[in-house]
């Protein structure tokens, strides 16, 4: 699969400063941490719950922070610009469920692209997980409580200059979702199982700059799932099945 990135970015710039960060991040790694998880011992919310009270964080993919160090955009000095997504997950009898969103198709920058809700941070918002919360408010109408707040994962740094902080949060299963038809087109639900299961993320390649990256990609229904949503969907993986029960793995 080819995959061509656009070069816009996916939110509105605002400064921060914080390139000195990508100058101290490591050299990639050639040996990623796997994911992993046996299907037939569903998720529960215990589980998620447990993989978020505990540290570390799992980290991304070292050759994505690399890749980000070395795109024109940084190495000619520019800051990264904060923004946060609220990464939604809804506790069903049937197991528990990713609320994710696709894009408006007349959006300038990535149209009809599968994304989290989320967006710039706003001077009014006092931090990462208000920004997180009202974007999922203005984009699908779902109200999020500051108890159902779970936990962040690593903030993720982007090739088009972006530091977006993920915020995870517990969605009611009775939600009523009410689009904003500026920005998005459709929201839906992915089974958190379907994701960590063995192979279901893999890696692609994609063409940015002139060169080919490797970029995590997968495909739910008809509808493909990349890039930095894919990415942020891996960390989750990562970090829930790093403490599953070893009767689990």
């Known amino acids: 699969m080819t ?7 996916y939110f509105t710039p605002i400064r921060c400063t914080l390139r000195a960060k990508a100058a101290s991040w490591p050299a990639p790694s050639t040996h990623p941490q796997p994911i992993c998880h046996e299907p037939g011992h569903p998720l529960s919310p215990a589980d998620v719950t447990r993989a978020f009270s505990l540290t570390p964080l799992a980290r991304h993919d070292s050759r994505i922070l690399n890749r980000v160090r070395l795109s024109p955009r940084i190495l000619g ?3 990264f610009q904060p923004a946060a997504v609220l990464i939604g997950l809804v506790p069903r009898e049937n197991g528990i469920q990713l609320v994710l969103t696709q894009r408006a ?3 300038k920058h990535h149209p009809g692209q599968v994304s989290f809700p989320g967006g710039k941070r706003e001077p009014s918002d006092r931090d990462n997980t208000a920004t997180a919360t009202r974007e999922m408010w ?4 779902i109200r999020v409580a500051p ?11 982007t090739v088009t200059g972006y530091y977006i ?8 299963p009775d939600y009523q979702p009410y689009l904003d038809d500026n920005e998005v087109a459709a929201c839906f639900e992915v089974p958190l199982d379907t994701l960590c299961r063995p192979g279901h993320i893999r ?9 080919w990256h490797p970029v995590c990609a997968f495909y739910h229904q008809d509808r493909l799932i990349w890039g930095a949503t894919a990415q942020l969907l891996r960390a989750l993986i990562s970090q829930i099945t790093l403490f599953l029960p070893s009767n689990n793995h």
């Open 203 to 211: 890696e692609q390649s994609f063409l940015l700059y002139g060169q």
């Open 147 to 157: 108890d159902a707040i779970i936990g962040h994962l690593c903030p993720l740094p």
């Open 77 to 79: 000095g520019a800051d």
């Open 3 to 9: 995959l061509i990135a656009e070069e816009h970015a």
């Open 165 to 172: 902080h993920p915020v995870l949060a517990w969605v009611a």
């Open 105 to 107: 198709s007349h959006l």
């Open 138 to 141: 203005e984009e699908t109408g």
